[in-house]
């Protein structure tokens, strides 16, 4: 079992910055696969962000390319998203999720079923 634990949402107005942690415990961080979701009101969760177990190999969603930054520390088994030029459609709960592979490159990063653990969310909310 993994447990996955986020912070660093909160209340932003538009153009600013945040950054979400992702601290994991319970397994070797550099087994997993780490990526970023998130879930606006009355939509879909959809995929943010993803990086394989090294931090080598990094892939976004088309929306957040430029913007955020998905990156990892194993040696604090956290995963961060560095989110810049925050918009209000950018309005969501944030979720960190873990993937159990150690492949070089992740095939089907945008789907959320290839994720094994979750967390429970951080609240990221730009106002305009």
């Known amino acids: 079992q993994v447990q996955l634990v986020e912070s660093g949402g909160g209340l932003v107005q538009a153009g600013g910055s945040l950054r979400l942690s992702c601290v994991a415990s319970?397994?070797?961080?550099?087994?997993?696969?780490m990526g970023w979701f998130r879930q606006a009101p009355g939509k879909e969760r959809e995929f943010v962000a993803a990086?394989?177990?090294?931090?080598?190999?990094?892939y976004y969603a088309d929306s957040v390319k430029g913007r955020f930054t998905i990156s990892r520390d194993n040696a604090k088994n956290t995963v961060y998203l560095q989110m810049n030029s925050l918009k209000p459609d950018h309005t969501a709960v944030y979720y960190c999720?873990?993937?159990?592979?150690?492949?070089?490159?992740?095939?089907?990063?945008?789907?959320?079923?290839?994720?094994?653990?979750w967390g429970q969310g951080t609240q990221v909310t730009v106002s305009s």
């Open positions: 319970g397994r070797t961080f550099r087994d997993y696969a």
């Open positions: 990086l394989n177990w090294s931090g080598g190999s990094t």
């Open positions: 999720a873990a993937a159990t592979t150690r492949q070089p490159t992740l095939v089907r990063y945008w789907r959320a079923d290839i994720y094994d653990y």
